[in-house]
């Protein structure tokens, strides 16, 4: 299956009228979490926006994410342009079907949500908000 074709084939299990690859990329709005889908070589690059670094304590946040880049099939990259924390997943064309990329994306949305809310957690702990201080064990996850 080529970039375009697994981009169709999408589109019309979902029922997402005009959903086409330009130029090798789609943007999708899924669940409020901007996903971008990108033709990569022989795969896709799947990356889903987390939010911004926080004011402070951002050295200390960028380490939490570094240390769970070690611990999944999701990486954690920093877009340059809008300052933006991204989590990032490399999926192989020949092994994906439409059930398997399905599966990916919907895991990505989910951990992306997870960690949207621990950055969330993360300002207003660090800025003294009224949210519970999140505690955040070595690699990077909450312990509740």
């Known amino acids: 299956m080529d970039f375009n074709a697994l981009i169709a084939e999408f589109a019309a ?20 979490v901007a996903v971008t889908i990108v033709a990569a070589d022989d795969g896709v690059a799947l990356s889903a926006e987390i939010g911004k670094p926080p004011a402070k304590g951002r050295a200390k946040f960028a380490d939490i994410l570094l240390e769970a880049n070690l611990e ?7 877009t340059r342009e809008t300052d933006t924390y991204v989590l990032v997943r490399y999926l ?31 300002h207003l702990a660090e800025t003294g908000g009224d949210a519970a201080d999140p505690v ?9």
């Open 136 to 144: 955040f064990s070595p690699s990077g996850f909450m312990q509740v």
């Open 13 to 32: 299990r979902h029922n997402v009228a005009g959903l086409a690859a330009e130029a090798g990329l789609v943007s999708l709005d899924i669940d409020s």
């Open 92 to 122: 192989p064309l020949a092994n994906l079907d439409g059930e398997s990329f399905d599966a990916a994306l919907e895991t990505l949305v989910n951990t992306a949500e997870t960690w949207r809310l621990l950055l969330a957690n993360f």
């Open 72 to 78: 999944s099939e999701t990486f954690f990259a920093k």
